[in-house]
C-alpha cells in the first residue's frame, strides 16, 4: 500500500521520558548537649512535623543514635540540613544533621 506525500515526509519523534529524581533522606543525629525540647521544635519548625510525630522521631533518635525525618529531592533536602544547622548555631546546640541517597 503506498504512502501518501504526507505520510512519507512526516518523522516521528518519541519525547525523551521526565527522569524521576533521586531522593535523599534527611537524618538527624543525637548528641548529649542538644536539648529534646529543642530537636522537637526543629522537627516541628523546619520539617512541619505535628508534636506527636516530632516527639516520636525525637525519642526515636535519642534511643538509636540516629534518625529519618523525612526523604526530599536533593535541593530540599540540603536546605532542610542547613536550616537545621543555622538553627542549632542561633540557640549554641551542636545539633547535626545529614543527607544520603534514599
Known amino acids: 500500500m503506498p504512502l501518501s506525500d504526507y505520510e512519507e515526509g512526516v518523522k516521528t519523534e518519541s519525547k525523551p521520558k521526565a ?3 533521586k531522593m535523599y533522606r534527611v537524618i538527624l543525629l543525637n548528641d548529649h548537649y542538644t536539648t529534646m525540647e529543642f ?5 516541628v519548625r523546619v520539617f512541619k512535623k505535628p508534636v506527636p510525630e516530632a516527639t516520636r522521631i525525637m525519642l526515636d533518635v535519642h534511643r538509636k543514635g540516629q534518625g529519618t525525618v523525612g526523604v526530599y529531592i536533593r535541593d530540599v533536602a540540603e536546605t532542610k540540613v542547613s536550616q537545621v544547622h543555622a538553627l542549632a548555631r542561633e540557640r549554641e546546640f551542636p545539633l547535626r544533621c545529614t543527607f544520603e541517597e534514599a
Do not use: A, D, I, K
Open 19 to 21: 527522569e524521576t529524581p
Open 39 to 43: 530537636v522537637v521544635e526543629v522537627l
